[in-house]
């Protein structure tokens, strides 16, 4: 399991890597989750 997985807690499905707009989406329910990754 790669550290950069994240986990959807709704459904408990794998989260697809994010786009060029830091959108990511659940592979198992579907939904979109718009989100920034933010690094200091």
């Known amino acids: 399991m790669g550290a950069n997985m994240l986990i959807h807690t709704r459904c408990g499905g ?9 959108n990511i989406k659940c592979a198992k ?12």
């Open 29 to 40: 329910c579907g939904k979109v989750i718009s989100r920034r990754i933010s690094r200091k």
């Open 14 to 22: 794998v989260m697809e890597p994010p786009d060029e707009q830091g």
